[in-house]
């Protein structure tokens, strides 16, 4: 079964500075992966994916993310953090055939300081 | 723009009380799934249907939980009796069945449980 962690719980960048959430998953092939960001009070809102191709991931509000295979990482980057992106962020793996049901990781909590 | 509605936003009930949550999915969408989120615990999953069908749910206390899909355009979870550890938020997300397909998540049900 697939697993995946989230090493921190919590990150705080100050606005305008950059951002790397980690993202490391347990499987024994290339999964499909997925960042999803949840806002208070709010819903999970996928931000970008990644099945196959290129590994580096472009994705809405100005995320980007690469699958590393060697490190069996997907890191969610962004170069310039504004104070509307604090926010959970979540990872989530899923397994290639079978039932598909992904796992998600505890989350990453962002905080952006003015 | 479509969207997944979950009916109450909130609920605040005794313990020892039947609760029912409703969940509308994405019109075409043939997936859907419950979760739990909680600090503790985190994202967890409580149930998954394809096509209307129960295809996992051993993430939900059998004692107490029941999921059903009366229609394609109606999931409900059911917590009879409820109890004060029941208290979370619980999310439902819908989708397509395939591996790379994003869930959609509703905003969820913050339950309360006294």
């Known amino acids: 079964a697939q697993s995946v962690t989230q090493p921190d719980i919590h990150i705080t960048v100050s606005e305008g500075a950059s951002l790397e959430l980690r993202c490391n998953y347990s499987y024994g092939a290339t999964p499909y992966l997925f960042w999803y960001v949840q806002s208070p009070g709010q819903g999970l809102q996928l931000l970008l994916k990644y099945f196959s191709g290129d590994t580096l991931v472009q994705g809405i509000k100005g995320f980007e993310a690469e699958f590393k295979r060697s490190q069996s990482s997907f890191n969610l980057r962004k170069p310039s953090v504004h104070w509307s992106d604090a926010a959970e962020y979540f990872c989530a793996v899923g397994a290639r055939g079978g039932s598909y049901i992904p796992t998600f990781g505890r989350g990453t909590s962002l905080i952006v300081h003015p | 723009d479509a969207r997944v509605t979950q009916t109450p936003r909130h609920k605040v009930t005794e313990m020892g009380q039947e609760v029912t949550m409703r969940c509308q999915p994405i019109?075409?969408?043939?997936?859907v799934f419950w979760y739990r989120q909680t600090m503790m615990q985190g994202l967890e999953l409580l149930a998954y249907f394809r096509n209307r069908a129960p295809l996992d749910d051993s993430g939900m206390p059998k004692d107490r939980f029941s999921a059903e899909m009366p229609d394609a355009t109606l999931a409900t979870l059911k917590i009879q009796p409820s109890e004060p550890r029941d208290s979370a938020v619980y999310f439902c997300a819908s989708g397509l069945e395939r591996g790379t397909d994003t869930q959609y998540f509703g905003p969820g049900t913050r339950l309360t449980v006294l």
């Open positions: 019109l075409g969408h043939n997936t």
